[in-house]
């Protein structure tokens, strides 16, 4: 029933090919339409609710604290080996700061403080000084304008501002609530002069919407920069439009160096694998049809663009050289009388064609498609349903755009049939009949792998390896299996947003002419930096603790103080500390320390209730708090909760992180910062912030895209079975077609762990890659054999031909794409390079377990079944 109903299919494609090449190309032109007529706008991977403790501590948050809005970015000034704190750069640095104000696009994207650095609190001690020296009464203590610190700076001399900065950085100087310590590096001994860096903070605002990224206040961000570079010999400034700007142009860079050479190399892969210019170019014109299906699906429903959506034409064009390859190898072969039947079956395939021109042989192009396209046609639609279902399986994600990614990837797949499956069969027999009867080219050419040569030697070495050791091989695959999966236990699961910063490029592609030489990137070497020297702010760059119950209980604030007095301030935690390694981290403690240094009332009922001298509160605690809000309301609210009714309900602790943490990383330290206070006090404490529930999202992402994993592999393993049962009544093949999928997943796993590339949300989907090229080309594999196995006389000889033909296109199909997306690796964008890499190794692991393990597999059991006479058989 199979093949009379894939030979029905072939006649009807060969037999009506003018008519299918004019109604797919209408139909692709209506989908195509999509793509102008629908709107795609720029979508993010997206949020989603995942219940947990770390979420709803922060909504609880973001309702009962005050929330920063603002945008920051931080700029660094650097001089190492010698002193960013003389007259000169502190001045460089008020006069960047003037040619900000002074440029009206510039100066509308800033908050109110604006620029906060280190030469402000310089210069406004300047102006203090003069305005003191200059009164006759009471002087003036209002804020001092940016040209007033300019102008006293200015007038002094390289050594009264040295004094000056002396009385500035003088631990128990008094600068109107600024602490100078937080612009100094974290190596800074206090009290001196001389630093080799300087960090300094831009407080920006923007119009843009809750849902929108502020473009203005990023846009303000680059153009800042450059007044930077022109400002200082050594100093950058770090902040999202930067990092995005130098994303941006880092993959742009890395494809017009990329591009040209994966085209040639795959131009060059299929014109060793084709051998000929009309196969290459009807090759690529199914390409495009589906590329232009995929555009058109995307603009059909409107799907926004994500990073994730990087990963489907990579797919699809692996998946169009696969099946371009087995229609056009399959036909080649029908044409060179491989693939003979009987002459009762050869007579029925006749009748679809005119008689054959050179003698009446049979093998007319006609005929050739024919007997071709009905041997590969239904291994094409079960590897397309297969592999379609598989990614489609991911549809169940609470993400939007991983929903996204599921229905774009099934659609394109669905088109990579259309185009190869249809289309080219139909297109390449009009093309081939136009060049022999009109130009008397003859169309017939020997199948990759089939003739004498070296490929046809490899692959016969391998029929070889397979018929005479198929358990060794296996237990190889095995070992190197289990191997694997031991190693992913110990993979890199993390999700580190430093890891997507652009790398500077090679020498040799700096050498490349005009404007193929990539921009000079050190954004990654700049994060490095900022996080190794300097508190951080803005984004990604603090965590919370919050913290419920008896909050006013004396035991909270000294469990508070025992937590943040424990943090290890080396560098391999993730907490930030300040010069003298004194952890970064504002709570209840350091704010009731700090206010009482500055307000005499709460210092003496610090002190009142102090009865131990060690400096915290020992009793009437909730005394203690209406004090400070008395005091300094604002400085309380930060990080004490107090209702309508008077009564502290929450308190929080707010905990500086190293920018170039991962995610991960950051949860794991404020969690056990907060397991701390837990156990000292008769409290309950939540780890949370930005960066812990995104540790939180990426892994509940990670876990969805596991499980979408497993799915999709079960769904498969019952298809193939229920698939190989109704054609073949064999119950086992399904799962065995599988196991070499598996493997190679297995494989990818441990050499992704030994290579330390993360299996992370980001790497997760760009593994799925390995299954879905995995179920094509075993599949093939699989139906070939079976198909040989009825055909031939041995089971060597159906090896032989399972391995050489089917192999042959194959090993065409993962040379071109392997070679093709595996030159990504060399790209600036690191994301891309994970791509090329892992993809690459994807594709090589599918061809060697489909090539190797499979027929060994296949080989045992036929085996096995003779020597048990089962019933089931192939």
Known sequence: M????????????????????????????????????????????????????????????????????????????????????????????????????????????????????????????????????EAEGPPDTSEPTLDEQIEALEDRSDDEVEELLADVLDPDADNQGEDPYEFLPSDYEPGSTTAESRIGFLFQIDESGDDEDPE????????????????????????????????????????????????????????VAYRDVADVLVSLFGIGVVMAWLAGILGWLEIPTSQLLIAVPFLLIGLSIDYSLHVIMRSREARAGVLERDERERADSETVDEPAADGGDGRTVRNGMHLGLAGVVLALAAATFSTGVGFLSNVVSPLPAIQDFAILSAGGILATFVAFAVLVPALKVEVDELLEGRFGIDRRKDPF?????????????????????????????????????????????????????????????????????????????????LGDNFQEQGEGSQAQILIRGDVTDPATLAAIENATAGIDGDSSGTIATGPGGVPSVESPVSVVQEVADENESVAAALEERDTDGDGLPDEDLEGLYDELYEADEDAAATVLYRTDEGEYETARMLVDVRGDASAQAVAGDTRALASVIEADAPVSAIATGGPVTNAVVQDALLETLVQAFAVTLVVILVFLTVL??????????????????????????????????????????????????????????????????????????????TITGTGGALLGSALTTAAGFGVLALALAPPLQRFGLVTGLSIIFAFIACLTVLPCLLVVRERVLERVGSPESA
């Open 724 to 801: 190989y049962w109704v054609r073949h009544r064999a119950l086992t093949l399904g799962a065995i077609t599988l196991a070499p999928v598996v493997a190679a997943l297995a494989w990818l796993l441990g050499t992704m762990a030994l290579l330390d590339v993360p299996f992370n949300s980001e790497t997760a989907v760009i593994t799925s890659l390995a299954i879905g090229l995995g179920v094509d080309y075993s599949i093939h594999v699989a139906e070939r054999f079976i198909d040989e196995s009825e055909r031939q006389a041995s089971l060597r000889d159906a090896l032989g031909a």
């Open 449 to 529: 792998g089939r003739s004498a040569g070296p490929v046809n030697r490899a692959l016969s070495g391998v029929v070889s390896l397979v018929q005479r050791a198929p358990l060794a091989v296996v237990a190889v695959a095995l070992l190197l299996a289990i191997g694997g999966a031991y190693g992913a236990t110990g993979i890199d699961t993390e999700f580190n947003q430093a890891d997507f910063l652009p790398e500077d490029a090679p020498e040799w592609a700096k050498s490349l002419p005009g404007p193929l030489a990539p921009d000079t990137y050190t954004i990654s070497d700049d994060a490095a930096y």
């Open 216 to 271: 203005a206040a990023y846009a303000a961000q680059v153009e800042i920069d450059g007044l930077v570079e022109e400002r200082f010999d050594d100093a950058f400034l770090f902040g999202q439009g930067v990092t995005d700007e130098a994303s941006s142009n880092a993959v742009g860079d890395s494809f017009a160096i990329i591009t040209p050479v994966a085209l040639v190399l795959v131009l060059f892969a299929l014109g």
């Open 2 to 133: 199979g093949g009379s109903l894939a030979d029905r299919y072939a006649d009807a494609i060969v037999s009506h090919s003018k008519l299918i090449v004019l109604l797919v190309l209408v139909l692709t032109a209506v989908v195509a339409a999509g793509a102008a007529i629908g709107e795609s706008e720029e979508g993010e991977i997206g949020q989603f609710e995942t219940d947990s403790e770390e979420t709803e501590a922060l909504e609880e948050i973001d309702e009962t604290y005050g929330t920063d809005d603002r945008i920051v970015a931080q700029l660094v000034v650097r001089d190492e080996g010698g002193d960013v704190l003389t007259r000169d750069s502190l001045l460089e640095g008020l006069y960047l700061q003037q040619d900000v104000r002074e440029n009206e696009s510039l100066n509308a994207t800033l908050a109110d403080e604006g620029f906060v650095a280190l030469e402000n609190v310089v210069a406004t001690g300047a102006v203090f000084e003069d305005r003191a020296a």
